[in-house]
């Protein structure tokens, strides 16, 4: 079954309104996270490290401000795309590393987001 | 910067057997791993490697070397449902768990 868990799985919001989605760790405890972004017939992007209990590690060109990350306990990490608007339409993908299986990561379910 | 590359698309036919080259440049290599994503859906893991050698799984085995800085990942027996992206990643020693993808190869097994 999944080990992680994502949500919500899709999302349609108008252009200038903010989205959340979560992404949680159902039988483990993840002291990090990751987020991940891919357009379609690409490959995943990673957007940013999401630390529990400190601020997230942005990978170069994602902007923070509208990008949020919180990462507020050992089983839950937050994305929240602010002031949404059609480019940013896209397939958002979480992941956390279990500490028992070296290097594995595992994917959420993925949220796709559509901006009107 | 790390540069991982591998082929766009590849075709096969039902019952065949396709091999998916991976090859990378980066600095503190800690592992390449293999995903299987079908369309619309999350990855899922297939392989990992960290050691020169072949990695067998069932119908699918992983290869790595390590000084030539490549990978392929094997798929014997083709079935319908393996009609899928496959994504090549590499870990960095310096980046924890953190895993960087290639561009990902879309595999289409026809009848």
């Known amino acids: 079954g999944a080990v992680v868990s994502q949500h919500p799985s899709w999302v349609i919001c108008k252009s200038g309104t903010s989205v959340k989605i979560e992404c949680r760790s159902l039988d483990f405890q993840a002291t990090t996270m990751f987020w991940y972004r891919q357009f379609p017939k690409q490959s995943l992007m990673l957007m940013a490290t999401s630390n529990e209990g400190s601020k997230a590690t942005y990978e170069q060109g994602v902007e923070k401000d509208k990008f949020l990350i919180n990462h507020a306990s050992l089983t839950l990490s937050t994305l929240t795309v602010t002031s949404a608007h059609p480019e940013d339409s896209s397939f958002y993908i979480c992941?956390?590393?279990?500490?028992?299986?070296?290097?594995?990561?595992?994917f959420g379910e993925g949220s796709r987001l559509t901006v009107l | 910067g790390q540069n991982i590359d591998q082929p766009t698309e590849m075709t096969a036919t039902e019952g065949a057997i396709v091999q998916i080259n991976c090859t990378y440049q980066t600095s503190g290599f800690n592992g390449l791993f293999w995903y299987q994503q079908h369309a619309g859906e999350a990855p899922t893991f297939l392989s990992y490697?960290?050691?020169?050698g072949l990695e067998e799984k069932g119908r699918f085995s992983s290869f790595l070397s390590r000084s030539k800085g490549y990978s392929y990942l094997l798929l014997k027996e083709l079935q319908m449902k393996d009609s899928a992206s496959y994504l090549c990643?590499?870990?960095?020693?310096?980046?924890?768990?953190?895993?960087?993808f290639g561009g990902g190869t879309r595999v289409l097994v026809k009848p």
């Open positions: 992941s956390a590393p279990r500490l028992e299986r070296v290097g594995e990561l595992f």
């Open positions: 490697n960290v050691l020169d």
């Open positions: 990643a590499v870990r960095l020693k310096a980046a924890g768990n953190k895993l960087t």
